[in-house]
């Protein structure tokens, strides 16, 4: 009952504080004189990933056609199937949108390379005081800024990976919620129980998604990606820690057939009650207190990612907005994009649990804290998070081929390999698609 009762009262402050949002647009419009009419009659096609950020832009468009008399078209595509599509229309100097929404982990160097995206700093200075660049994160400038200092994005979003777990099962057998890698290891041995089905800990075992499972131990073992003369260091000893560690986790403590399991397999197994802990982005979270979907709504606790021998440090992705640079109407896209990364935007972000905002106003305003649509312990642990993270990935235009190579590593190893010999092998595959790609630190 007291779990349902605070369940009413998030609601409360969530429609109370939504309220106080849709008060803020109309001074957002007329502060500094600002004319967000001044492309009125425009049309706008925009490509956004298919994810919760993706679905609270496109819910909201409405109020940015009616703020700026702009029509907008919007298509939500799954990751995958976006970057394949924006690649091919990028590289034929024609895009069918005038924003795209972009996976900075993914892509990035690749876009830096074409220079597909509009440089926003000339828009900047004719912005509104409320687009208030300062207010974004040290995290996502550097996410959005690029070698040579364009920044062709806004942030939108930053996901530190973090800790999922039941505190039911946890409570149970009288065990805390694991600090280490040690703990970890430890706590998900104790709590895997096959014949209850239940399993102490399961994560992303197919190809090309576990890579990231993988980098987010490799961080915590003080393991670095390249040298600063480019060469890879993905088979030094925090690469065989790390791998070894992702290998025994899932293959010992973890569900049959891990090694095809993504995000959403491991999703769904732990909000049917099924898994005692889940290593994962923030940004998954809703889903776990929703009535209507969840077997462990109330029951889901939230934590930083464990310490490793070097440290706590969470591994980092995040997402952005940018203009394409072939985009014959780059002022309007620019407006939208300026609205879709604004604060009222943001606040709702966090107000909705669609994910952690890259600027940090929304943190400070206790109303929005107060209803926000997660536990306290989410917001905590992402906070907390934050402060402490790395990006997950190489900042490298390959990335997807990294992905690739070491994702096959991997699920050799679930499946017996040995894990220096794997590794060793993907190093030495991987080393000159990275010398062919120009890297640059």
């Known amino acids: 009952m007291d779990y349902m009762a605070n369940m009413k009262r998030r609601r409360l402050l969530q429609a109370s504080s939504a309220l106080g949002l849709m008060g803020l647009v109309p001074g957002v419009m007329a502060q500094d004189g600002f004319n967000w ?41 799954p990751e995958q199937q976006s970057r394949q599509k924006t690649v091919i229309e990028f590289n034929s100097g024609r895009t069918s949108f005038d924003v795209v929404h972009l996976s900075y982990q993914a892509q990035k160097k690749q876009f830096a390379k074409g220079k597909w995206l509009e440089d926003l700093r000339p828009y900047f200075a004719k912005a509104p005081a409320e687009f208030d660049f ?14 040579d200092g364009r920044i062709d994005s806004l942030p939108l979003n930053l996901d530190p990976w973090i800790l999922y777990y039941n505190k039911e099962l946890f409570a149970a057998k009288n065990i805390a919620p694991p600090k280490t890698f040690a703990e970890l290891v430890t706590a998900a041995q104790k709590l895997h129980d096959p014949s209850k089905g239940v399993v ?10 576990n890579v990231l499972l993988w980098t987010s131990f490799f961080l915590g073992y003080g393991g670095t990606f390249i040298d600063t003369l480019g060469k890879l260091q993905t088979d030094s000893p925090a690469g065989i820690q790390a791998a070894t560690l992702y290998r025994d986790l899932l293959k010992n403590t973890g569900p049959a ?8 397999e491991a999703q769904s197994l732990f909000l049917q009650g099924r898994a ?43 997402d952005g907005l940018g203009v394409s640079a072939f985009s014959p109407n780059k002022d309007a896209a620019w407006l939208y994009t300026m609205w879709a990364t604004g604060k009222v935007m943001q606040a709702r972000m966090l107000l909705t649990g669609a994910g952690a905002p890259a600027r940090s106003s929304p943190y400070a305003n206790k109303e929005i804290v107060a209803g926000q649509k997660l536990p306290a312990a ?15 990935l190489p900042v490298i235009e390959p990335v997807n081929e990294f ?13 017996g390999a040995d894990v220096k010999t794997e590794l060793k092998k993907a190093t030495a595959e991987f080393q000159p698609v990275l010398n062919k790609s120009g890297w640059k630190s």
Do not use: C
């Open 37 to 77: 009419k001044q492309a009125a009659g425009k049309k706008l096609e925009i490509h956004l990933i298919k994810n919760p950020r993706g679905e609270l832009l496109q819910r909201n468009q409405k109020e940015f056609e009616e703020l700026t008399g702009i029509k907008v078209g919007s298509e939500q595509v």
């Open 134 to 147: 300062k207010d974004f994160s040290t995290g996502g400038v550097s996410y959005a800024t690029q070698n």
């Open 200 to 209: 102490g800990m399961v994560g992303r075992g197919v190809k090309n998604a």
């Open 257 to 264: 057939g891990v090694a095809g399991f993504n995000w959403n």
């Open 276 to 318: 005692a802990m889940w290593i994962d982005g923030s940004g998954f979270a809703p889903p776990l207190e929703d009535l209507t979907k969840s077997k462990i709504v109330g029951k889901v606790g939230y934590a930083e990612m464990p310490a490793g021998p070097a440290g706590q440090i969470s591994g980092l992705t995040g």
């Open 378 to 392: 989410w917001l905590q642990a992402v906070s907390d998070a934050i402060k402490r993270s790395s990006p997950i």
């Open 403 to 415: 992905r690739d190579v070491y994702g096959i590593a991997l699920t050799n190893m679930l499946g």
